[in-house]
């Protein structure tokens, strides 16, 4: 009875559901690893519709008690560890790769390391984002090595919010990755990847005040990182503080101008401006930091066009000359909806986002925060055309 008074409450866990939220698991997990591995769990005499519970300092207990049984960290492996921390921060192709290779390293002298797991899920993720790995290739790699580490360790947050962000931008899962992402900051409210991490899942459901708040928690963490200082310009620019992101942006650009997110952050000021020539000038330099050779003929015509007839001549030159890179493979469903957008014709820019979607684009994303579909997200029968796609329907 003593026990029952002191642990009820928030301290009891009174169902198999319970039980895996508080690991940040499925209840199929947390079945498995009572029977395996000695998860304290209890059984109500009689059953009925909630036979199991458990109380939470005997689930913390049992997880220490795991942790320790990996054994404690040699000098060998946490020195490599914290050298792939390390080069996976560093967010280069390069740099990345070797981390991967590092993690390796460790989990083949600690098998159970869990934070080597995640850190090589981080680094399998930011592959996909620097385009070096492609989503199909990069996604599951991060993914297996995450499940990994929470198979581990539930409690660790990296792994958490690696799994959060496949499920939010790789499975358009949008409420499982945004609910995964708010448990991995619960668990550590410390963690800067997973605060910048949930702030840029936010900022591209619509919720760019949300998100400007866990930026802030991010950027207090790791006030050098380029990645979080470019994620904080994006959601500056949502919440209508263009000439604040702007300086933010272009302060980055001269400290690294071979770093292609900053580019993309003053195209989009650019657009909402009407700068068009700005937005090309833009667009060419990006397209030549990422070693784009298609991008060229695409931006002479677009120059051509504003020539000639502004905004619209832009657009419709832009068009023709994408259609065969697009055709090719060269350029992204997603950038001929952006170019769509422009032209203000919402049947297909709803089409080729909805392709962008199917293909599992990275760039799609960017949709919410795009001024390019400006016009088009104001269009009832665009709004319903994405009514059923894990984009928002956002307008203005």
């Not at 049984?69 to 490599?80: F, M, N, W």
């Not at 068009?319 to 422009?342: D, F, K, R």
């Not at 994405?386 to 307008?395: C, E, G, Q, R, V």
Request: proline share 5%; charged share 25%; hydrophobic share 45%.
């Amino acid at each position: 009875m003593a026990e029952e008074q002191t642990t009820n409450g928030s301290g009891r866990l009174n169902s198999w559901k319970e039980i895996a939220a508080f690991f940040g698991r499925d209840e199929r997990t947390v079945k498995r690893w009572e029977h395996q591995r000695g998860l304290p769990v209890r059984r109500i005499p009689g059953g009925g519709r909630s036979p199991v519970y458990a109380y939470r300092h005997d689930l913390e207990t049992w997880l220490r008690h795991e942790a320790k049984a990996a054994g404690p960290a040699s000098p060998q492996t946490k020195d490599l560890y914290l050298n792939g921390v390390y080069l996976w921060q560093k967010r280069t192709p390069a740099s990345l790769r070797k981390a991967v290779e590092i993690f390796q390293q460790v989990i083949a002298l600690a098998p159970k390391d869990a934070r080597a797991h995640a850190g090589l899920a981080t680094a399998y993720d930011l592959l996909v984002e620097q385009d070096v790995l492609p989503p199909e290739q990069g996604f599951p790699l991060a993914k297996a090595a995450a499940e990994r580490a929470i198979a581990l360790d539930a409690r660790l947050a990296q792994a958490q919010s690696v799994l959060a962000d496949i499920e939010f931008f790789w499975l358009r899962q949008t409420e499982e990755g945004l609910r995964r992402f708010a448990l991995a900051c619960e668990l550590d409210p410390r963690s800067a990847q997973a605060l910048h991490w949930h702030a840029e899942a936010l900022l591209y459901a619509g919720r760019a005040d949300d998100a400007l708040v866990e930026i802030a928690k991010a950027q207090a963490l790791d006030p050098q990182s380029r990645s979080i200082l470019t994620a904080k310009a994006l959601i500056l620019f949502r919440t209508g503080s263009a000439a604040e992101a702007e300086a933010l942006l272009e302060q980055l650009i001269a400290n690294e101008p071979d770093y292609p997110p900053p580019y993309w952050g003053l195209i989009f000021i650019a657009l909402a401006r009407d700068d068009h020539e700005r937005y090309l000038a833009l667009w060419q330099i990006l397209f030549e930091v990422r070693g784009l050779g298609a991008g060229s003929a695409i931006i002479a015509a677009g120059r051509k066009g504003l020539a000639i007839d502004g905004r619209a001549g832009m657009a419709e030159a832009m068009l023709a000359a994408a259609e065969p890179h697009h055709a090719s493979g060269a350029v992204t469903a997603y950038y001929m909806a952006h170019i769509h957008g422009l032209r203000n014709d919402w049947r297909n820019a709803a089409r080729f986002l909805k392709q962008s979607l199917a293909k599992r684009e990275d760039s799609v994303v960017d949709y919410s925060v795009d001024p390019a579909f400006r016009a088009v997200q104001a269009n009832p029968q665009f709004q319903d055309q994405l009514a059923a796609t894990a984009l928002p329907a956002i307008s203005g």
